[in-house]
């Protein structure tokens, strides 16, 4: 899809959602493989920082949703925390988006309803894989695999406790657009205290 600077009108932007579900729509169309990837950055109780690529699985007024094994390091580094950010870097239209904020849980419905939208294949990967922890071989996770697949051979493969979701919960929206000469486009929303956005040009 071309580039065109045009198209990007932040005047017209009075909250950052509808801007976000333009881009994304954009990179849709646009970006080869998984538009709505984003970098997920997190803290562990000492403070180090942590990023890895998740999907993201929904969005609205109230956040960023994504799904994810509690007892994986995101998982734990959010859960003692509360807080994390996202990037979202479309390369083929030369933005990204910059996410930051508290989160919180999704409801048990709404992981239920996910949970039951995925693959069967993926199902039984949440149960078979114990995330970020030590792995002996392949061999193991392939042999908990076939005993997860035979243990729900038939009917429903129920959500794991562990398994469930999150939504970062936005105090601040930063849209990039690349213009020439690196004199970039950078509107960055931030919430009120009244639940209104703030919308402020920065300098590239």
């Known amino acids: 899809m071309k580039n065109d600077l045009k198209q990007v009108d932040f005047t017209e932007a009075g ?60 998982g734990q580094e959010i859960l003692s925390s509360m807080k994390a950010a996202m990037c979202f870097h479309w390369k083929s239209l030369r933005r990204q988006v910059r996410v930051r904020g508290p989160v919180e849980k999704v409801t048990g419905e709404e992981a239920d309803a996910y949970y039951v939208s995925r693959p069967r294949g993926s199902r039984i990967g949440a149960w078979a894989s114990k995330q970020s922890r030590p792995l002996e071989n392949r061999f193991a996770l392939e042999k908990a695999v076939a005993e997860y697949t035979a243990k729900f051979a038939v009917g429903e493969i129920p959500r794991p406790d562990y398994w469930s979701g999150f939504r970062i919960k936005p105090m601040s929206i930063e849209f990039w657009h690349d213009r020439p000469f690196r004199l970039h486009d950078r509107i960055i929303f931030t919430r009120e205290g009244d639940g209104s956005w703030l919308k402020t040009r920065l300098y590239p």
């Not at 562990?44 to 994810?68: A, C, H, Q, S």
């Open 15 to 74: 909250e950052p959602f509808r801007l976000f579900a333009k881009w994304l729509q954009d990179a849709e169309r646009s970006e080869p493989n998984d538009p709505n990837a984003t970098a997920l950055a997190t803290v562990d109780p000492d403070g180090m920082p942590n990023i890895r690529m998740v999907l993201l699985k929904g969005f609205d007024e109230r956040g960023f949703v994504f799904y994810t094994n509690f007892e994986s390091t995101k």
